[in-house]
């Protein structure tokens, strides 16, 4: 079995929680507000994939970061930014351009294209692509509009189910690091008190390892807060996103 690795988020605050930064091998999950920063977090984790300072690896498997990783992203709500990669690749001192070019995007319209798109990484990798991120952003959105109603909830489940189980086994078979978003319409009690109403709540949280509550504070300050992690406690960190990208 190959080594975890560990891929910053770009904040020193928000990857002790997290045990060191984003691990290999596992889905991490933001939910979050809109505005809460989970768009700005998949970008900027992007972006540290070419900084190799922000990469934690053994020395045995350092070498497969040499030769310019390669992130997946796939876009179903069309908010990825190529000019805020470039912002935040400069602010590291890196080219802009190189970084987009390691960056696969893939815009889905529907969840089959979603689907589809996640499934497919595992060929590109198998051609020869050092993929070594994989971006869902967002995991809910396109199942959220297309499976409306309590009749259509248990085809969403299993659906979303079997979309999480490709994810995983990505993160598992090629060891990278893999994060899902999911928009949430107010704070989820469950992670306060009562029920949860995160969309995809149960399956979603079985199916990722680390799940991450981000909620606003004032200014660019924002508040992570881990929760449910099999080996982890739960606990917050405050972050903030500028146009640097997310930091301390
Ligand atoms: P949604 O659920 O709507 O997708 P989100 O959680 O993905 O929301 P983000 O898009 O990650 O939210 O965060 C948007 C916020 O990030 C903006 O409100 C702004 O505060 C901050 N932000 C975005 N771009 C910049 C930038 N270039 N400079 C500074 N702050 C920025
Ligand atoms: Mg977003």
Known sequence: RK???????????LDEILGGGLESQSVTEFAGMYGSGKTQIAHQAC???????????????RDEFLN???AVYIDTEGTFRPERIIQMAEALGLDGKDVLNNILVARAYNSDMQMLYAENVEKLIRDGLNIKLVIVDSLTSTFRTEYTGRGKLAERQQKLGRH????NKLADLYNCVVIVTNQVAARPDAIFGASE????????GHAATFRIFLRKAK?????????????????????????KGIHD
């Open 219 to 243: 200014g660019d300050k924002r508040v992570a807060k881990l929760y449910d992690s099999p080996h982890l406690p739960d606990a917050e960190a405050m972050f903030r996103i500028t146009e």
């Open 68 to 70: 310019e990783p390669k």
């Open 164 to 167: 999480m189980a490709t994810l």
């Open 197 to 204: 109403q995160a969309i995809g709540g149960h399956i979603v």
């Open 47 to 61: 972006v540290n994939l070419q900084c190799p300072e922000r990469i934690l690896a053994d020395d045995s498997i």
């Open 3 to 13: 080594y975890i690795w560990k891929l910053s988020t770009g904040s020193k605050n």
